[in-house]
């Protein structure tokens, strides 16, 4: 059975920093599509930044430069550095994990997190 357990959340002044971890159990990093997906209230759940294990990085626009995904395949664990953080950056995010080397799409991640809580004071 799959698990997906995310720390790293909290409270953090606009311009500051966090890092977001995504410790995975069950299933390997090393042979899946990882994303982080970010849910505002009242909006829908939105990619942030995946990757897969033959590189296929994306980032939504609005984190580009400012966030970035990683993974250590020793730890089985997987990354986002949030830097220069904005109040709009505010949300639960949550880290996903699909066999479909492809998948960027909510609906393709099939092992989900139970998400963490970022929040952005300006």
């Known amino acids: 059975q799959v698990q997906l357990v995310e720390s790293g959340g909290g409270l953090v002044q606009a311009g500051g920093s966090l890092r977001l971890s995504c410790a995975a159990s069950?299933?390997?990093?090393?042979?899946?599509?990882m994303g982080w997906f970010r849910q505002a209230p009242g909006k829908e759940r939105e990619l942030v930044a995946r990757?897969?294990?033959?590189?296929?990085?994306y980032y939504q626009d609005s984190v580009k430069g400012r966030f970035t995904i990683s993974r250590d395949n020793a730890q089985n664990t997987l990354y986002l550095q949030m830097n220069s953080l904005k109040p709009e950056d505010t949300a639960v995010y949550y880290c996903?994990?699909?066999?479909?080397?492809?998948?960027?799409?909510?609906?393709?991640?099939?092992?989900w997190g139970q998400g963490t809580q970022v929040t952005v004071s300006s």
């Open positions: 990757m897969s294990w033959i590189g296929g990085l």
């Open positions: 069950g299933r390997t990093l090393s042979r899946s599509a």
């Open positions: 996903a994990l699909s066999n479909d080397i492809s998948a960027i799409r909510s609906r393709d991640f099939d092992s």
